[in-house]
């Protein structure tokens, strides 16, 4: 599975933003499919995912009531939609796939990643 994550920019906090995970090859076989992002300084640190068979999203705390990701099948596309975004959200956000049902948490378990798009909340 290829990714390209796409959407990032600059926008002030309060502000929101789409992000999108343009997918190609073998989707189907994706147990489940998650966003990751990375601030400056810090370790990888999971968002949220999406089982995809069944389509049940879960998030991480920080993010929780004001991300959602969504799904376009017909576009093999993921997205990742950020409301009410705060200076603590910046970070450079990747999309990833991960073919086995082990925890979605983990970002050692994801096998094929996109190469991030920059976010950038100002205050």
């Known amino acids: 599975v290829q990714l390209q994550a796409s959407g990032g920019g600059l926008v002030q906090a309060g502000g929101s933003l789409r992000l999108s995970c343009a997918t190609s090859?073998?989707?189907?076989?994706?147990?489940?499919m998650g966003w990751f992002r990375q601030a400056p300084g810090r370790e990888r640190e999971f968002v949220g995912a999406?089982?995809?068979?069944?389509?049940?999203?879960y998030y991480a705390d920080s993010v929780k009531g004001r991300f959602t990701i969504s799904r376009d099948n017909a576009k093999n596309t993921l997205y990742l939609t950020m409301n009410s975004l705060e200076p603590e959200d910046t970070a450079v956000y990747f999309c990833?796939?991960?073919?086995?049902?082990?925890?979605?948490?983990?970002?050692?378990?994801?096998?094929?990643w996109g190469q991030g798009t920059l976010v950038t909340v100002s205050s």
């Open positions: 990833a796939a991960k073919f086995t049902f082990s925890s979605f948490i983990a970002r050692t378990g994801y096998e094929s």
């Open positions: 999406i089982k995809w068979s069944a389509g049940h999203t």
């Open positions: 090859g073998r989707t189907s076989s994706s147990r489940y």
